[in-house]
């Protein structure tokens, strides 16, 4: 279980219509959510790729001082072990996506960190839903509806 997750829900109405349709048809969803799980997390490792957010919008650049220190160039990636632990589960009703990185939550929602609280860390969203994401989320619902409605 992840120890950092964000809670979205997702109010597209498309979305709400082909769950309940798929639900009615007596569909086990559990296929559906494991596709959605499965692009999620290859959305959210893109995500620190591209360095951006689910917006699209590109992370906050490190502060000339840190960028010095680092061996990686690349934001989030000194080492692998926040992209490499993101994970996705199934839960009642849905799919979570998080990780249970004990700095993952400084990273996605900013603030002050390091020794006193010393450094101020900006903001870089790499969890979340992008206008994509919603798209294929749709586009995976309604493949598994077009699964049931033949068998």
């Known amino acids: 279980m992840p120890a950092f997750k964000i809670d979205i829900d997702i109010d597209d109405q498309a979305v709400r219509r082909t ?68 994970v996705w589960q199934l839960v009642p009703g849905g799919v979570e996506v998080g990780t249970d990185v004990v700095y993952a939550a400084i990273h996605q929602f900013g603030g002050r960190a390091g020794r006193g609280l010393a450094a101020e860390i900006p903001a870089r969203p790499y969890l979340g839903i992008s206008a994509q994401d919603r798209s294929d989320i749709l586009n995976i619902l309604r493949s598994h509806l077009r699964l049931s409605d033949n068998s």
């Open 19 to 86: 769950l309940r349709r798929l639900e009615a048809a007596g569909a086990d969803l559990t296929p559906a959510l494991e596709d959605i799980g499965e692009a999620l997390l290859l959305s959210t490792e893109q995500r620190f790729s591209d360095q951006v957010d689910p917006d699209g919008r590109p992370w906050k650049p490190l502060s000339p001082k840190y960028r010095r220190r680092k061996k990686h160039p690349k934001i989030l990636t000194e080492t692998t072990n926040l992209r490499g632990r993101i």
